[in-house]
């Protein structure tokens, strides 16, 4: 059994190389949540982008937000299709959105039984999965049932 | 109100062909030599030499380069050469709408759509990347096992699911009716492979809420389409089919990264198909047959909707085998089997059923087809979408 929701052996997340999401990385790895946020409009931004899509400002900041959200879909995945999940099993993917911040959304696992009953409008609480043992390590934000 | 700024009626289809249709690997041909037979196969339909050729127009990034397909059929005036962004099937009517607008402006004179796959000699579709690292709006899915299109669609499909309370028999009928369709066309991969309800809901998931008979399949083959401009719709044996209407889009932020569309459970269709009927000049009750892209049979359902034919809270009633599959049905669906059991054709093979609907042609021929509509590519961005009309409805 591996500490980690999925099996090992998945690519490595790394921040891209302009930039652009290496806050909403580096957060995590300090248990933070971090998203993008207009300093002109004060609006929030998921996926980060180099422009505010509300006030077209280049002036873009990034701020913690509270790791808890709302599931707005979710699916169980069943059929593999990366070798290091052969033997997976079932999983199940959320898609994750925040009130707290404009509803923008994140994706992530649902932990616990894989054949839990899911439920959109769900409230969850984040949990930072630290993956330690690869080079660099990295950190992933999961989700329970809160 | 007196328009010029339109495809309605300006241009019609001269020919159409598809090669042989493979399971992914078992093409005997090279990719780029797929292309050149079905280029050929549709000037032979047309009845035209591959040299009056002067324009190619496709999508998804095809492989197959258009000046080197000129080189190789010795045309000796390329006018036009177009891509459409993007989108992969999504860009299947969005080609033909580039086509039909290098008609309609003058640009070219004959035009061939077309598009050429080999998923066995290229990646497949439907695998994961393998990489040791990934980076972008990949890393934000792709460490929670998300990174296939049926699992990037499976939750748009829920939460619409979820919002209108559609039962998975939804899904069932739009599959159950393509392996229909699919035992009366031998060019189908699936024909001889028929479906009935037991088999599909014995057989795996893929992802909830696709069955492994929701999803598409990955196929070789290549398939295109000749438009010339209307002044020639006598010139050929088939019956006139003119192009009444196509063009591509998507919604407010759809390309929103890392599933942050607003609107999320939807098809992408919402801003198209209002255009595409104003084009057309036909409403939603006049479509006769569609032929709707199955990547995910979710994709299909929302796409419908979308469309005006079935109202979001009615796909339980409306979507059923005979519904989908008869001439008297409300609206006979993917009538060659389509990207589910005729083959993957990235969606060009739903045109060109779309096509032979309105020539009498179809091996499930609807009877007094007139208006035959196609939408391509839902849940992507940007979607498209085409409307093929008879003589009767200009």
């Given at each position: 059994?591996?500490?980690?929701?999925?099996?090992?052996?998945?690519?490595?997340?790394?921040?891209?190389?302009?930039?652009?999401?290496?806050?909403?990385?580096?957060?995590?790895?300090?248990?933070?949540?971090?998203?993008?946020?207009?300093?002109?409009?004060?609006?929030?931004?998921?996926?980060?982008?180099?422009?505010?899509?509300?006030?077209?400002?280049?002036?873009?900041?990034?701020?913690?937000?509270?790791?808890?959200?709302?599931?707005?879909?979710?699916?169980?995945?069943?059929?593999?299709?990366?070798?290091?999940?052969?033997?997976?099993?079932?999983?199940?993917?959320?898609?994750?959105?925040?009130?707290?911040?404009?509803?923008?959304?994140?994706?992530?696992?649902?932990?616990?039984?894989?054949?839990?009953?899911?439920?959109?409008?769900?409230?969850?609480?984040?949990?930072?999965?630290?993956?330690?043992?690869?080079?660099?390590?990295?950190?992933?934000?999961?989700?329970?049932?809160? | 109100?007196?328009?010029?700024?339109?495809?309605?009626?300006?241009?019609?289809?001269?020919?159409?062909?598809?090669?042989?249709?493979?399971k992914r690997g078992e093409s005997p041909d090279a990719e780029f030599k797929l292309a050149l037979k079905a280029i050929l196969g549709?000037?032979?339909?047309?009845?035209?030499?591959?040299?009056?050729?002067?324009?190619?127009?496709?999508?998804?990034?095809?492989?197959?380069?258009?000046?080197?397909i000129a080189a190789a059929l010795g045309i000796h005036d390329l006018r036009f050469a177009s891509m459409q962004w993007g989108g992969?099937?999504?860009?299947?009517?969005?080609?033909?709408?580039?086509?039909?607008?290098?008609?309609?402006?003058?640009?070219?004179?004959?035009?061939?759509?077309?598009?050429?796959?080999?998923?066995?000699?290229?990646?497949?579709?439907?695998?994961?990347?393998?990489?040791?690292?990934?980076?972008?709006?990949?890393?934000?899915?792709?460490?929670?096992?998300?990174?296939?299109?049926?699992?990037?669609?499976?939750?748009?499909?829920?939460?619409?699911?979820?919002?209108?309370?559609?039962?998975?028999?939804?899904?069932?009928?739009?599959?159950?009716?393509?392996?229909?369709?699919?035992?009366?066309?031998?060019?189908?991969?699936?024909?001889?492979?028929?479906?009935?309800?037991?088999?599909?809901?014995?057989?795996?998931?893929?992802?909830?809420?696709?069955?492994?008979?929701?999803?598409?399949?990955?196929?070789?083959?290549?398939?295109?389409?000749?438009?010339?401009?209307?002044?020639?719709?006598?010139?050929?044996?088939?019956?006139?089919?003119?192009?009444?209407?196509?063009?591509?889009?998507?919604?407010?932020?759809?390309?929103?990264?890392?599933?942050?569309?607003?609107?999320?459970?939807?098809?992408?269709?919402?801003?198209?198909?209002?255009?595409?009927?104003?084009?057309?000049?036909?409403?939603?009750?006049?479509?006769?047959?569609?032929?709707?892209?199955?990547?995910?049979?979710?994709?299909?359902?929302?796409?419908?909707?979308?469309?005006?034919?079935?109202?979001?809270?009615?796909?339980?009633?409306?979507?059923?085998?005979?519904?989908?599959?008869?001439?008297?049905?409300?609206?006979?669906?993917?009538?060659?089997?389509?990207?589910?059991?005729?083959?993957?054709?990235?969606?060009?093979?739903?045109?060109?059923?779309?096509?032979?609907?309105?020539?009498?042609?179809?091996?499930?021929?609807?009877?007094d087809v007139n208006v035959s509509m196609v939408t391509s590519g839902p849940m992507v961005t940007p979607v498209s979408s085409c409307?093929?009309?008879?003589?009767?409805?200009?």
């Amino acid at each position: 059994m591996s500490e980690y929701y999925l099996n090992p052996g998945l690519a490595i997340p790394r921040a891209q190389a302009d930039g652009l999401d290496k806050a909403y990385w580096d957060g995590l790895a300090e248990d933070k949540l971090i998203i993008q946020r207009c300093l002109s409009c004060k609006g929030w931004q998921w996926g980060p982008e180099w422009l505010c899509h509300r006030c077209h400002s280049f002036d873009l900041g990034y701020e913690e937000i509270e790791s808890t959200g709302v599931i707005y879909s979710h699916e169980r995945v069943w059929h593999p299709i990366h070798p290091a999940l052969k033997d997976q099993g079932p999983y199940v993917v959320v898609l994750v959105e925040f009130p707290q911040a404009d509803y923008v959304r994140v994706v992530g696992n649902l932990l616990g039984d894989p054949l839990q009953p899911l439920e959109i409008g769900a409230k969850v609480k984040g949990v930072f999965e630290h993956h330690t043992d690869t080079d660099p390590v990295y950190t992933l934000l999961q989700w329970q049932l809160a | 109100m007196s328009n010029n700024r339109t495809l309605r009626g300006k241009s019609v289809v001269a020919g159409v062909a598809e090669t042989t249709y493979y399971k992914r690997g078992e093409s005997p041909d090279a990719e780029f030599k797929l292309a050149l037979k079905a280029i050929l196969g549709a000037c032979e339909n047309a009845g035209i030499s591959p040299k009056e050729i002067d324009g190619f127009s496709s999508y998804s990034n095809d492989r197959s380069d258009p000046s080197r397909i000129a080189a190789a059929l010795g045309i000796h005036d390329l006018r036009f050469a177009s891509m459409q962004w993007g989108g992969g099937g999504g860009g299947a009517s969005g080609a033909l709408a580039n086509a039909a607008s290098a008609i309609s402006t003058g640009m070219a004179e004959c035009v061939v759509v077309f598009r050429a796959l080999a998923q066995g000699q290229f990646g497949r579709f439907g695998q994961g990347r393998q990489s040791k690292f990934t980076s972008g709006e990949p890393a934000h899915t792709s460490p929670f096992g998300l990174m296939s299109p049926a699992q990037m669609f499976a939750m748009k499909v829920n939460r619409f699911m979820h919002d209108h309370g559609v039962k998975q028999e939804a899904l069932r009928a739009i599959s159950l009716a393509a392996y229909h369709h699919a035992q009366n066309n031998p060019r189908a991969v699936m024909h001889g492979r028929p479906l009935d309800a037991e088999k599909y809901d014995n057989s795996r998931w893929i992802v909830e809420p696709f069955h492994l008979y929701d999803c598409c399949q990955e196929n070789d083959g290549a398939a295109a389409m000749i438009l010339v401009p209307a002044e020639r719709a006598k010139d050929f044996d088939h019956p006139p089919c003119y192009v009444l209407s196509a063009l591509s889009g998507s919604h407010y932020r759809a390309g929103a990264p890392v599933h942050n569309t607003p609107d999320y459970g939807t098809s992408t269709f919402k801003t198209v198909a209002p255009r595409l009927y104003d084009m057309a000049q036909v409403k939603p009750s006049d479509v006769d047959v569609l032929q709707s892209y199955e990547n995910f049979t979710g994709g299909v359902l929302m796409s419908v909707v979308e469309h005006g034919l079935c109202a979001p809270d009615e796909c339980n009633e409306f979507f059923t085998l005979e519904n989908l599959t008869s001439s008297s049905g409300k609206l006979p669906l993917n009538t060659s089997g389509g990207n589910l059991a005729e083959c993957y054709m990235h969606g060009l093979g739903l045109n060109v059923e779309g096509v032979r609907q309105v020539w009498g042609e179809s091996t499930n021929q609807i009877k007094d087809v007139n208006v035959s509509m196609v939408t391509s590519g839902p849940m992507v961005t940007p979607v498209s979408s085409c409307i093929f009309g008879s003589e009767a409805t200009l």
